[in-house]
T-cell receptor, first 112, second 115 residues
């Protein structure tokens, strides 16, 4: 059974600082890993999807890395802004199916 | 292109009542998933449709939950009778059938409160 852990649970930084969010998973036989953002009272927005064959994926100020063998992914957000305040979730599908296992999330607050 | 939509956005019902949640996936997406997040817990998988067929319903909590996907289009999730522990946020997601790896697109969720 896939277990996904996210550290830290919460993070507060001043505007402009870089953010580093960690995700670890127990079963390395994954198809891909997906990072989501959730704003309070809202749904999930997909940020990045990294295929198992990739080591990195970038979108604007966001960069996600994947080390499948060690069961880790890191989401970097450069030059954080107050609008980046949200909960960030990572999720991986099972080795034989597409159902996602989610971490509990990291709640980020960027102070102006 | 419209995203995944869910209705209602919020529902408050009393224990013992019935509630039906609806999800409209992105047009053309064969895969449809239901997930839920109960208070203080991670988002958990409930079930997966491929077109109108249930592919995996291993996450359904018990037989008070019934999901359908008529004609392979929209899906409904009925809870009957609702219990207090059913309170939470119910998310629907959809994706293209793509075995090389796929992005699941999530709807805004239905917030269910059972009193």
């Amino acid at each position: 059974k896939q277990e996904v852990t996210q550290i830290p649970a919460a993070l507060s930084v001043p505007e402009g600082e870089n953010l580093v969010l960690n995700c670890s998973f127990t079963d390395s036989a994954i198809y891909n890993l997906q990072w989501f953002r959730q704003d309070p009272g809202k749904g999930l927005t997909s940020l990045l999807l990294i295929q198992s064959s990739q080591r990195e994926q970038t979108s604007g100020r966001l960069n996600a890395s994947l080390d499948k063998s060690s069961g880790r992914s890191t989401l970097y957000i450069a030059a954080s802004q107050p609008g980046d305040s949200a909960t960030y979730l990572c999720a991986v599908p099972g080795s034989n199916d597409y159902k996602l296992s989610f971490g509990a999330g990291t709640t980020v607050t960027v102070r102006a | 292109e419209a995203g995944v939509t869910q209705f209602p956005s919020h529902s408050v019902i009393e224990k013992g009542q019935t509630v039906t949640l609806r999800c409209d996936p992105i047009s053309g997406h064969d895969n449809l998933y239901w997930y839920r997040r109960v208070m203080g817990k991670e988002i958990k998988f409930l079930l997966h449709f491929v077109k109108e067929s249930k592919q995996d319903e291993s996450g359904m909590p018990n037989n008070r939950f019934l999901a359908e996907r008529t004609g392979g289009t929209y899906s409904t999730l009925k809870v009957q009778p609702a219990e207090l522990e059913d309170s939470g946020v119910y998310f629907c997601a959809s994706s293209l059938l793509d075995r090389s790896g796929e992005t699941q697109y999530f709807g805004p969720g239905t917030r269910l409160l059972v009193l």
